[in-house]
């Protein structure tokens, strides 16, 4: 199995369901390795090649991860928010109550795994074609978004003092 490695900036987004949208900023090998990887017909390799294409646009708080494999792809995409002291501002909570606001977020799950405050989704998509797939991963890009702002609502409410 030979594992292809892509760093990927699309700068507004982590993904693009639209192959077009790929030649303006991304490596012009990325694309169609990552369809051998899916499309991958050697069944005498069963485990196949894979490409992994690592993404973190300049101009937006996400990051991620996907992995493609013949006939799918693990996905990883985070949306994160500020470190502790920033977000404890920004909620007006104080200083000493920090390690609280710390506690409510890795109780609500609101941690990734490279420990960055905010939302993270994993999940492996398998599609027919390999069209369908991209167009699938930026789906998840989308639910992430939602996700982590429907998330940060719930935090402010939570957190934030309440108008007199």
């Not at 900036?9 to 990325?30: I, N, Q, R, V």
């Not at 990051?63 to 995409?77: H, N, Q, T």
């Not at 905010?118 to 978004?145: P, S, Y």
Request: include cysteine.
């Amino acid at each position: 199995m030979t594992t292809h490695e892509f760093n990927l900036d699309l700068k507004w987004s982590l993904w693009s369901g639209f192959a077009e949208f790929w030649e303006t900023y991304a490596d012009p090998a990325m694309l169609p390795t990552a369809r051998r990887c899916f499309e991958n017909k050697d069944i005498a390799k069963a485990a196949g090649d894979r490409c992994i294409i690592a993404s973190a646009p300049t101009k937006e708080d996400r990051y991620g991860a996907v992995c493609i494999k013949r006939g799918r792809a693990d996905v990883s995409f985070c949306h994160v928010w500020d470190g502790l002291s920033d977000l404890a501002e920004t909620l007006n909570v104080p200083e000493t109550d920090a390690g609280r606001l710390h506690d409510h977020m890795v109780k609500a799950g609101l941690m990734t795994t490279a420990g960055d405050y905010g939302l993270q989704i994993d999940r492996t998509v398998t599609a027919e074609t390999f069209d369908q797939l991209l167009l699938d991963i930026d789906k998840i890009e989308n639910e992430v978004i939602q996700q982590s702002n429907r998330a940060w609502e719930q935090v402010k409410k939570a957190w934030m003092p309440k108008p007199l």
